[in-house]
Every structure is written in C-alpha cells, then in structure tokens.
C-alpha cells in the first residue's frame, strides 16, 4: 500500500475510474474491441486498488448497441456514424468522472477513441487542459486527406475541430493547440506533416528523443505547455509508440520506437508533475501475434498505467 500519491487535481480518497471502451470501428483489425478486457483480466483493477487507490469500473454503453442502421454516404471514412456515436458516449463518461474529480483512465480500444476522451476531459477542465499525445503516429488526418479512411488516424484533427464534418458537431470544447503536444512520432503522412506545420504545433518525434533523451523532451514538452505545472494533464498513449519488440500486439506497428524505459520514464515523469487528470490506454490487439505478444502487450499496458499514476515513485 502505497502512502500519498499527490495529485493537484484529484481529490483524497484518491480515486481512479477505469473506464473500458471495447471498440474497434476506428480501423479495420478485429480485435482491438478486446484490449480493455485482457488488460482487466490479467489484474489491472486489482493493482491498482493494491496502490491505495479506490477504483471504480464502469464501461461504455456497449458499442454494438451503438451502431446506426446504416451509415451516411462519407466518401472512403469507414464507420463515421457509429464512431461518432461510440465517441459520444465515452465523452460524457469520461466528462462525469473528471467532474467527480477522479482520474478516468479509457481502456480501449482503438485510437479514434480519442475523439470522446479529451472531450469529456477538456469539458471538465476547461482551456486550460494540456494533452500529451505518445504515438508512433500523429493520428491528425481530416475526412479529406485521409487515405486509410480509418478514424483512428483523424482523431486528433476531429477533437481539436480541425476536421468540422457536422456528424461530429457534438464535439463542442474548448481544447487549444497550443497545449498539445506529440511525442514518439516516426510515421507521418505527407498530408498530417502539412496541417502540423501550417497549424505549428509541438512535436517531439523519435529523432527528438534520440538526440536529447526522454527526459529533455518531456521537460521541454512541458516548458511549453505548463511551465508552473499548474494545468491538468491529459496522457493519450497509443501502446504503438513503443517498439514492436515491447508491444508487438497492435494493428499499425512502426520499427524504431521508444523502449520499455522510455515509455515508462513518460509515464513516471508525468505522474511526477501532480497533474495527471486523464490517460487513454489504446490500440492494444489481443488478436495479432501469439500469446506470447499478446502476454507482452497487455503487461507492458498495465504496467505504463500503473507508472503513470505513481507505481514507481517513493
Ligand atoms: N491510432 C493509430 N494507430 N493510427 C494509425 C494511423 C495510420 C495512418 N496515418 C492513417 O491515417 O490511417
Ligand atoms: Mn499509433
Ligand atoms: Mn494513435
């Protein structure tokens, strides 16, 4: 049992609400619908209460229930309604927990989940929430310059309304550029390398971390968009800025990532800052490689979760 775990937005009894998010309509891989569950079956609620957390667990509305009869006409935007409407929902779970002030954890699931996270956070805390996004990819796509046609590579530009389709007009926030940061980039579309420049937004890529160290860029990071660390922080971590060697469960791997110390050294660092509000757990694939990868995958998520809010601080 672990004494305080400080945190300047979360009230005592510290709680954590794991919210689970089976969903795969964001990209075109089964499996990805069973991410949250593995990650609840090898224990994680259970690790975290052990912390001295007080653990809530709820789900989404589940997404099957969720699906539209049919889809409207979205040109090659694979799912647009049933996304919209999954996203939706886990916006307003997510809204209600960081509105009870405790820290809602989204086990996905895919990455278009995104879109309903940092809404209901944002729409809890206000302009002043700070994202950082973990990712091989800059998942920062519109309608328009998507190839894929997979959400999970648009969220970023849907959430920040850089993407404006009207099915997505409940997506009403006041999230700023400016407090948006990538870092363990490596796979960026001529397209997404366009809008991250015309709209100057931070990133940090893997050459970043490579040059400087983890550590730099995530103090940089943070010089740049909460330099008192005073402002609430929103973690997404798509597990597919890891190495494939540390995460090989995924649908969209990309040689060259972070290592298991460099996404952990993330995850203690922000849990350090007291500001953690917020993380996305996604991209997790139960149903890619053997249960060998799927063994690695699903530790490597639990215990990135379980750094993030203070596992290995003293
Ligand atoms: N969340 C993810 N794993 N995203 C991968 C996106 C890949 C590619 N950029 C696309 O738009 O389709
Ligand atoms: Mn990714
Ligand atoms: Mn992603």
């Not at 075109?28 to 052990?50: P, R, S, V």
């Amino acid at each position: 049992m672990y004494t305080t775990i400080s945190n300047k937005f979360i009230k005592a009894p510290f709680s954590v609400s794991l919210i689970s998010a089976p969903f795969s309509g964001g990209q075109g891989k089964l499996g990805t619908e069973y991410g949250a569950e593995e990650m609840l079956k090898f224990g994680l609620a259970n690790q975290i209460e052990q912390m001295g957390y007080v653990v809530n667990q709820l789900s989404i509305e589940a997404p099957e229930n969720l699906k539209p009869l049919s889809e409207p006409e979205s040109g090659n935007i694979k799912n647009i309604q049933w996304v919209s409407n999954v996203c939706k929902e886990l916006s307003s779970k997510v809204e209600q927990e960081c509105r009870a002030r405790s820290l809602a954890i989204t086990l996905g699931g895919d990455h278009s989940l995104g879109i309903g996270s940092l809404d209901g956070s944002s729409k809890a805390y206000g302009d002043d929430l700070c994202v950082l996004w973990v990712d091989a990819h800059a998942d920062i796509n519109t309608f328009d310059t998507t190839e894929s046609g997979n959400i999970h590579g648009c969220p970023v530009a849907v959430a920040y309304r850089i993407e404006k389709s009207p099915i997505f007009n409940w997506v009403q926030n006041n999230l700023r550029k400016d407090r948006l940061a990538y870092i363990g980039l490596r796979d960026i579309d001529r397209e997404e390398m366009k809008i991250l420049k015309d709209l100057n937004i931070k990133v940090f890529t893997m050459y970043h971390i490579d040059k400087y160290g983890i550590s730099k860029v995530f103090d940089m990071a943070m010089e740049y968009m909460n330099p008192n660390l005073d402002r609430p922080i929103h973690l997404s971590f798509d597990i597919d800025c890891l190495d494939p060697i540390y995460a090989p469960s995924t649908g969209t791997p990309v040689r060259g990532g972070m290592t298991s110390r460099e996404g952990h050294f993330l995850c203690e660092a922000i849990s350090e800052t007291g500001c953690l509000v917020a993380i996305d757990l996604v991209e997790v694939n139960p149903r890619i490689g053997d249960t060998d990868s799927l063994s690695i995958t699903v530790e490597m998520g639990c215990s990135l979760i379980r750094c993030a809010i203070g596992e290995s601080l003293l």
